[in-house]
């Protein structure tokens, strides 16, 4: 087991500079982070049919998603659907030639243990890194991928579903990514361990060429929904700041170096979907769900915020707030002191960014529904809509004139406009289209130099903040992790660190000698925080401390799940059940119906888990009790009364198999479910079975279910799935072990 990054595949990376040599758009809304760019000769006025004069370049009708393109040094990224509709479907990451539209290479990975429709693949967006050439992506079951961006290799990756217990389901609801110097930062909904437990919108920090967990920071518990609000970076009064929408229905400012909480503004009761606008030291922020405090019997608002001050003295205050604009998706643009902002209606509103005052309310210029950005580019707004639609508008002193629009049938824009290298993209949910005049120019620009100009170090030496790399590890057994040390100001700027910094670590489980952390020998399933102090400050990292298998739990002594075990606690108490403590999913916290918990490291391959498993009837409903293994999952179903084994639930043609299995409450039965890799030709297969009987019976020999998987995930952390969300379910004796020959 490796110490520190166990769960991640690790490659080559480049480390050396890349030249930006073109109008590179490395970020879903441009190198400014705000949907506009400096450009001239754009068209106002296209065909998507083509023909003369239509100003299309070329078009894909093979490629189309959610997703918003980026560009990087003459190429395309895209997130598409891979095999749609096939037992091979899954996802993957698209590079094209951005100027001939010709395919680059594809890099393609499986979806796992999660709920996302096939059809919701892209709702994130890949993320350029101008400095080291590679590219960033979420995948739909929180796969996070880092890719060398010139040969499709994957560089590194980690599962944060198996490992954080990332959330990656309501509709695909996945965040986006962004670079920041030596960081690639990515957010989601997490289900944790040990006092992250609870659900909390959290942002986790990573090496960008490495992986190497760097910090590891929350919102507030218990959020509502899962979101795709994206996160901006800017300098405010010397600061630099990470700016987002999350679950909570809360806009944070972050310090993007240390995860340190800066300030919150609520602006909803549920999950912030529009990334708010950054420009300059003013946030504006809109949502389409209910409103807090005294207006909360309203639906929708916009909302303007001044950002001032550092350190724990950085606050946003609210400037003004316009209540009933229903605007939760689509971000919007600043042009000469306006803000357009389009209404989940497509109605133009256009306000005075001062004072909010309206001086175009609710206008309808192009159809019904929309949720793409707009994109300000040569003195004109480009617009898509949700219905098919398109508009090119130019702002008026009155508001603004529709210069030119037109409808696609049979596909819908939630993709955003850019523009790149003098060329406009639109991507809709089936066709990929390049738009140009031969006179159109761009501004080359390296999106790190668009942040704003930093305090200097030298007003401020004085360590405020440590922080511990590795934040987040898991090692086995009498492994150890030599840690590093980074320290802070107040403002989240980088120090010298000294040597006097001392350890200690709260838990038992291990012991730390000078900076170097050693599990136990006999430590099992357990955790630790280790803290680091230096010239009167601390920061803290947590470890995991997991066993090679074989694993046995029968919960006897424990008042709680065991504390190593992702995305079990707080939805699982320990409940004497016929005389013996067992593992029981609970009905009555919001939100952890249905859910999954995972025991391990991702590496772990061809091994079998089984359990005691039982379920409560309640409203003449049975809950369903799974078991997963290697990225699949044993379902006993209740409410149908059958037993499957999948990968991933939305895909209807990916891998699985359903039998018919009658089963009754209040009865005690054995799982068993065990994963074999076997290989064919060049390729590996995956051979899934399982079997369920009467625990008080003898072990049938015959499996209930098989499946053969020609797409295999070849390892995955054992766990657990279940949906209690009205009868408990209950679990006992859960066993994990290698697979050998005998059966």
Request: charged share 20%.
């Amino acid at each position: 087991m490796i110490a520190t990054i166990a769960w991640m595949m690790l490659l080559p990376t480049l480390t050396t500079s890349v030249d930006v040599h073109a109008a590179d758009w490395p970020y879903w809304r441009g190198p400014n982070m705000d949907g506009t760019t400096a450009v001239t000769g754009l068209p106002d006025d296209w065909n998507p049919n083509g023909g003369d004069g239509s100003n299309l370049l070329w078009k894909r009708d093979d490629i189309g998603s959610f997703c918003t393109p980026v560009t990087m040094n003459g190429r395309l990224y895209t997130i598409q659907r891979n095999l749609p509709d096939t037992e091979r479907e899954g996802e993957k990451v698209v590079c094209l030639d951005a100027v001939t539209g010709e395919t680059i290479w594809e890099n393609s990975y499986n979806v796992w243990l999660s709920d996302v429709p096939g059809e919701r693949v892209g709702w994130t967006s890949v993320v350029c890194d101008q400095e080291s050439g590679n590219v960033y992506v979420l995948g739909a079951c929180d796969l996070f991928l880092c890719i060398n961006g010139t040969t499709g290799e994957t560089v590194w990756q980690v599962p944060l579903h198996e490992q954080f217990g990332m959330i990656s389901t309501y509709g695909g609801r996945t965040n986006f990514p962004i670079v920041h110097e030596d960081l690639v930062i990515i957010s989601g909904i997490i289900v944790n361990w040990g006092e992250y437990a609870k659900p909390n919108h959290r942002l986790l920090a990573m090496d960008k060429l490495t992986g190497e967990f760097v910090w590891f920071s929350g919102t507030k518990d218990l959020p509502y929904d899962t979101t795709y609000s994206a996160p901006s970076l800017v300098t405010i009064d010397g600061q630099r700041q990470l700016i987002l929408g999350t679950g909570d229905g809360q806009v944070w400012g972050i310090q993007p170096r240390t995860g340190k909480q800066l300030w919150h503004y609520a602006l909803s009761r549920r999950g912030l979907f529009a990334a708010p606008l950054v420009v300059g030291d003013r946030v504006f922020c809109s949502h389409n769900e209910e409103n807090v405090g005294d207006a909360a019997n309203t639906m929708g608002a916009v909302a303007a915020l001044k950002v001032s001050g550092t350190g724990d003295q950085t606050k946003a205050v609210e400037l003004w707030k316009r209540l009933e604009v229903v605007c939760g998706f689509s971000e919007p643009v600043l042009i000469d002191g306006r803000l357009y902002l389009v209404d989940d209606r497509c109605k133009m509103w256009v306000f005075d960014a001062e004072t909010g005052d309206a001086i175009v309310e609710q206008e309808k210029f192009a159809d019904s529904r929309q949720k793409s950005a707009l994109l300000y580019a040569d003195g004109k707004i480009y617009v898509t809509t949700e219905n098919g639609r398109w508009a090119i508008l130019k702002p008026t002193k009155e508001g603004y004139e529709v210069l030119n629009d037109g409808r696609m049938r049979n596909t819908t824009f939630i993709a955003s406009p850019i523009v790149s290298d003098g060329r406009l993209y639109f991507q809709s949910t089936n066709t990929l289209y390049c738009v140009s005049n031969e006179s159109a120019k761009q501004t080359s620009l390296n999106m790190a130099d668009q942040y704003g100009k930093e305090t200097p170090l030298a007003n401020d030496t004085k360590i405020a903040q440590v922080q511990i790399i590795p934040a987040e590890a898991l090692v086995g057994p009498g492994e150890s992790i030599q840690y590093k040390v980074n320290v802070f100001n107040a403002i989240g700027q980088k120090l010298e660190t000294p040597d006097n910094v001392s350890f200690r670590v709260v838990g038992t489980g291990a012991s730390v000698s000078g900076n170097k952390l050693t599990a136990s020998a006999d430590a099992t399933h357990t955790g630790v925080e280790v803290i680091a102090e230096v010239a009167g400050a601390s920061g803290s990292a947590r470890v995991r401390i997991v066993p090679p298998l074989p694993w046995k739990f029968t919960f006897d002594g424990l008042s709680d799940p065991p504390l190593s075990w992702v995305g079990a606690r707080y939805r699982h108490i320990i409940r004497e059940v016929d005389g013996s403590p067992a593992l029981t999913k609970i009905t009555t916290i919001p939100l952890g119906a249905r859910s999954r918990a995972w025991m391990g490291p991702s590496e772990l391959s061809e091994y079998t888990i089984s359990a005691d498993v039982r379920g409560a009837k309640t409203l003449e409903r049975l809950p369903d009790i799974g078991l997963t293994a290697q990225g699949y999952v044993l379902d006993l179903m209740g409410e149908t009364q059958k037993l499957q084994i999948r990968t991933w639930a939305s895909s209807e043609e990916r891998t699985s198999e359903t039998v018919d299995f009658p089963w009754k409450e209040d009865q005690w039965y054995r799982m068993k479910f065990r994963v074999d890799l076997d290989s064919e030709g060049p390729a590996r297969v995956a051979l899934l079975r399982g079997k369920v009987w009467p625990r008080d019976q003898e072990e049938p020999k015959e499996w209930t279910v098989t499946v053969r998987d020609e797409s295999p995930n070849l390892s995955g952390s054992p766990g657990l799935y279940g949906n209690a969300r009205v009868s408990e379910l209950y679990l006992d004796n859960i066993e994990v072990v290698a697979n050998s020959d005998d059966e």
